[in-house]
DNA sequence: TCGAAGCGTAACCTAAGAAGTTACGAGATG
DNA sequence: CATCTCGTAACTTCTTAGGTTACGCTTCGA
């Protein structure tokens, strides 16, 4: 896996989930079919968990399933779940120079505009919605 | 110098050459004031070179200037010369299965396509504009 | 004409981030 | 109580970007 895994990760799995939500999976289950780690898979998963995406079940016949159905979960749910931000948050490095300074607020401000449509469009598609075609 | 550093070098190159656009500047000079490495700023410098938007002169009292008016560069003549792209273009990772496939693929979609108003909408802006505030 | 000043680039080192791996504690079930 | 599973820590690569050194090529000026 490469970059943007996490991103690749979580769709397969809740494309998975989709198709069967009321079966639990366990990480390894996941793992397995997504050629990668079950502690990398609980590692991802573990995002949408506190995101209120999916339910981790522990000991004995435990996994993962869906917080809710796949009609009501979103693209962009995932997306932000990720925390996956065009732009860099930190701008720790305040420009000395005043003009520098007024040409990245100017292209931080828009990135981040952008990012809010980008996060407004993603809502638009559900996981369901994808499914049915 | 951290994240975005290539953006931030250039716009901070950029601002100070509008402010004296006939005066040669060597690479290490603006890396002085970018507290930088002269190769970085070649580096970096040669990238919005090859866009057209810089010329560098070589040999004995060489350096760099702009290659147009500031009132000619946007934004996003910057943000494209840097290949700051949003999206992974490596789509290497075919995945197997068909519907994570189709979640990808709307998702990478959207994302290019906010991409583009990206790069529209820092295109309204130029480095003379920024100054003059 | 020659030396110094610049750029262009290669090669290497270092730091940071992400994935992969191993290990182990905690909780739940049968 | 034995076993299964998650949650997490710790460690090891691997990749990427920046920083650094070095050197060849070009150009100006004394």
Chains 1, 2 share one sequence.
């Not at 943007?4 to 079966?23: E, I, Q, V």
């Not at 079950?38 to 000991?59: F, N």
């Not at 990245?104 to 049915?132: C, N, P, W, Y």
């Amino acid at each position: 896996m490469k970059r943007n895994s996490r991103l690749a990760l979580a769709l397969h799995t809740l494309s998975h989930m989709a198709g069967d939500p009321n079966r639990l999976q366990t990480s390894a289950e996941i793992a397995a079919h997504a050629g990668t780690n079950p502690v990398v898979v609980r590692r991802v998963l573990g995002r949408l968990r506190e995101a209120g995406l999916l339910i981790s079940e522990k000991g004995h016949s435990g996994g993962w399933r869906l917080a809710r159905s796949p009609q009501h979960i979103t693209l962009a749910d995932v997306y932000v779940a990720l925390e996956e931000s065009l732009v860099a948050s930190e701008e720790a490095e305040a420009p000395s120079c005043s003009v520098e300074h007024a040409l990245f607020e100017r292209v931080t401000h828009v990135m981040k505009d952008v990012e809010k449509s980008l996060v407004q469009r993603l809502g638009e598609t559900t996981i369901a919605d994808v499914r049915e075609r």
